[in-house]
């Protein structure tokens, strides 16, 4: 699995599902093989071509975000009526907010997570400077299912590397084949 792309130059037709919504400006933008425009107004272009032009606010295209979420939400989503274009609108502008957003979530995990080749999800526990009661303070990573120990130059999204880098991994693999406690 690639990481979250930004280039539509580098994109498959399912990488482009994955990458259509994202966050720009801290609004919502929609973008295709063709274009990349702020989905308010991808979702205006398609009021415009499928509701009646006399259900049509007078100024759709003067509304500010508010305004326009308010619309969507409010008035087009109140209908609950699946045979209204209106409601069918309002649903689909619900999901490709909440797309843009899960995907600004999940390129900031990518950003920040190891990736482990006997793994086909992520399942990483970052065990970075923790220190409990059951635990010793130390840096890397632990798969949560093969509990191999993920410690390599780029560990972390900054690329720090500490110094003992290779005695603290020796420890941590030494205490996973020993079964003591993390």
């Not at 966050?23 to 991808?42: C, H, L, Q, T, V």
């Not at 606010?57 to 009526?81: K, P, R, S, V, W």
């Not at 995990?109 to 793994?119: G, I, L, T």
Request: proline share 1%; net charge negative.
């Amino acid at each position: 699995m690639r990481k979250i792309v930004d280039d539509v130059k580098d994109m498959s037709m399912c990488e482009l599902m994955d990458n259509c919504m994202f966050i720009k400006n801290g609004e919502a933008w929609y973008r295709n093989f063709n274009e990349e425009m702020p989905f308010r107004d991808s979702m205006r272009k398609l009021i415009k071509h499928h509701v009646l032009s006399e259900d049509i606010y007078e100024d759709i295209d003067n509304m500010d975000a508010e305004q326009f979420d308010d619309m969507m939400l409010t008035d087009y989503g109140a209908l609950a009526d699946w045979e209204s274009i209106e409601f069918v609108l309002a649903v689909f502008y619900i999901m490709g907010c909440g797309m843009a957003e899960v995907r600004e979530w999940l390129k900031e995990y990518e950003d920040n997570m190891v990736h482990c080749e006997n793994c086909k999800y992520f399942q990483y526990k970052h065990i970075s400077d923790i220190h409990d009661e059951t635990k010793t303070v130390f840096k890397g990573h632990i798969c949560q299912i093969s509990n191999q120990v993920v410690y390599e130059e780029d560990y972390c999204s900054k690329g720090e590397i500490d110094m003992n880098i290779e005695k603290e991994k020796a420890e941590i693999v030494e205490k996973i084949k020993t079964g003591k406690e993390l």
